[in-house]
């Protein structure tokens, strides 16, 4: 009797705990680095798309920047036209090689030349919110568009506006992704973000942010700061190529749990 009463509570909390859970599983593609005409790069892009459409249990994609290998116009319908064909909605975050306004592609040119090629995606600013199965997912903009460069810069005017959106929703959890990562993955004097204290001097302030995605040294890394799990993932351009996909979990009473798993596209034999 007095094991059938243990096993009971045992199921009660099994089951609290599961009605309590809220679990994502989405793709990343980072540093995809497209160049239209480049058969090459758009093998890759679309084999990316088919494995991510074969996947199961995907909510959306996210491409975290250097999604063109420079910031020619160009080459955004090509690139938006194959991405058009995944099965979920997609997300841009922009990267160094993406934009340059005095070569005619603005960061708000960007957008609105992806908006002309998917009508159904909206974002018109940079930085944005998102959200889906109860999480808040930020998207927050390093890139640099008048002076060129591999470091990232977070203007203040960003930082104000993601301390503004965390303290929105603090009471939920929250995914940052975006384009330079402020922990990163090995050491580089041109690659790092610009006075990154100021960034991290926002975040430490709250609780519910779970990760901060980004792409850009083209590696694999992955650590936990503050309660905060930083994740950098390598170029779609690997060899093999790969792509991310990440699952996280929250269960209430519950620290949060991220998994990662690379994926390696397999390519057509010729």
Same mark, same amino acid.
């Not at 790069?41 to 250097?66: C, M």
């Not at 708000?108 to 995606?121: A, G, S």
């Not at 936990?224 to 990440?246: F, Q």
């Given at each position: 009797?007095?094991?059938?009463?243990?096993?009971?509570?045992?199921?009660?909390?099994?089951?609290?705990?599961?009605?309590?859970?809220?679990?994502?599983?989405?793709?990343?593609?980072?540093?995809?680095?497209?160049?239209?005409?480049?058969?090459?790069?758009?093998?890759?892009?679309?084999?990316?798309?088919?494995?991510?459409?074969?996947?199961?249990?995907?909510?959306?994609?996210?491409?975290?920047?250097?999604?063109?290998?420079?910031?020619?116009?160009?080459?955004?319908?090509?690139?938006?036209?194959?991405?058009?064909?995944?099965?979920?909605?997609?997300?841009?975050?922009?990267?160094?090689?993406?934009?340059?306004?005095?070569?005619?592609?603005?960061?708000?040119?960007?957008?609105?030349?992806?908006?002309?090629?998917?009508?159904?995606?909206?974002?018109?600013?940079?930085?944005?919110?998102?959200?889906?199965?109860?999480?808040?997912?930020?998207?927050?903009?390093?890139?640099?568009?008048?002076?060129?460069?591999?470091?990232?810069?977070?203007?203040?005017?960003?930082?104000?506006?993601?301390?503004?959106?965390?303290?929105? /929703? $603090?009471?939920?959890? #929250?995914?940052?992704?975006?384009? =330079?990562?402020?922990?990163?993955?090995? &050491?580089? *004097?041109?690659? @790092?973000?610009?006075?990154?204290?100021?960034?991290?001097?926002?975040?430490?302030?709250?609780?519910?942010?779970?990760?901060?995605?980004?792409?850009?040294?083209?590696?694999?890394?992955?650590?936990?700061?503050?309660?905060?799990?930083?994740?950098?993932?390598?170029?779609?351009?690997?060899?093999?190529?790969? /792509? $991310?996909?990440?699952? #996280?979990?929250?269960?209430?009473? =519950?620290?949060?749990?991220?998994?990662? &798993?690379? *994926?390696?596209? @397999?390519?057509?034999?010729?």
């Amino acid at each position: 009797m007095k094991k059938n009463i243990i096993l009971t509570l045992l199921s009660l909390l099994l089951l609290q705990g599961a009605v309590y859970a809220e679990v994502i599983k989405f793709a990343q593609i980072a540093d995809a680095h497209f160049i239209a005409g480049d058969k090459y790069r758009e093998q890759v892009l679309q084999e990316a798309v088919n494995s991510i459409n074969n996947q199961k249990d995907i909510a959306f994609t996210v491409f975290t920047g250097d999604n063109i290998n420079s910031p020619k116009p160009y080459y955004l319908p090509d690139f938006t036209n194959i991405i058009n064909k995944l099965n979920v909605p997609y997300y841009i975050v922009l990267g160094n090689h993406d934009v340059y306004k005095n070569n005619g592609l603005s960061k708000t040119k960007y957008l609105e030349i992806i908006r002309e090629n998917n009508f159904l995606y909206r974002y018109n600013k940079p930085n944005y919110v998102f959200k889906k199965d109860g999480f808040v997912f930020i998207v927050v903009d390093g890139a640099k568009e008048v002076i060129p460069g591999s470091g990232g810069y977070y203007r203040e005017d960003t930082l104000n506006w993601l301390d503004k959106q965390l303290t929105k /929703y $603090k009471n939920e959890p #929250v995914i940052i992704f975006q384009h =330079f990562p402020v922990v990163e993955p090995k &050491e580089s *004097k041109t690659h @790092e973000v610009y006075q990154k204290e100021n960034y991290f001097n926002i975040i430490d302030k709250y609780d519910n942010i779970i990760s901060v995605i980004s792409g850009h040294y083209h590696i694999n890394g992955e650590q936990m700061r503050n309660g905060v799990y930083h994740i950098s993932s390598p170029t779609l351009l690997s060899t093999p190529p790969v /792509y $991310k996909i990440i699952t #996280v979990t929250t269960t209430k009473g =519950f620290s949060p749990m991220v998994y990662t &798993e690379l *994926k390696e596209i @397999e390519l057509p034999k010729e």
